[in-house]
């Protein structure tokens, strides 16, 4: 696993948006719970910011440089699916 957590020198930051209690949140609450360790030992220089909020769709941003961002909607993606796209988000150089 934490081969694919070896985030792209162009990466400067990544976001998870999420509610803390719905059920299209639960997979990247699952995700982040096993996740956000081996992400963030890989990469310590790197933020990896959580935001909560009451009714906010599940996404992720990645923001490389030169200012340029993605995002995917992780609203109701089970945990596999989640890895699958932030992996692919960690590993683009935009």
């Known amino acids: 696993m934490s081969g694919k957590y070896a985030f792209s020198q162009t990466l400067k930051e990544v976001r998870f948006l999420f ?8 997979g990247a609450r699952t995700f982040l719970a ?5 992400m963030k030992k890989n990469n310590p220089n790197t933020p990896i910011m959580l935001r909560e909020a009451a009714d906010t769709p599940a996404r992720v941003y990645a923001r490389y440089e030169f200012g340029k961002e993605k995002s995917e909607s992780l609203a109701g993606l089970s945990d596999k699916e989640i890895e699958e796209k932030v992996t ?7």
């Open 19 to 26: 509610c803390q209690t719905s059920e299209k949140s639960a």
């Open 34 to 38: 096993r996740a956000y360790p081996t």
């Open 88 to 94: 692919g988000l960690v590993k683009s150089s935009a």
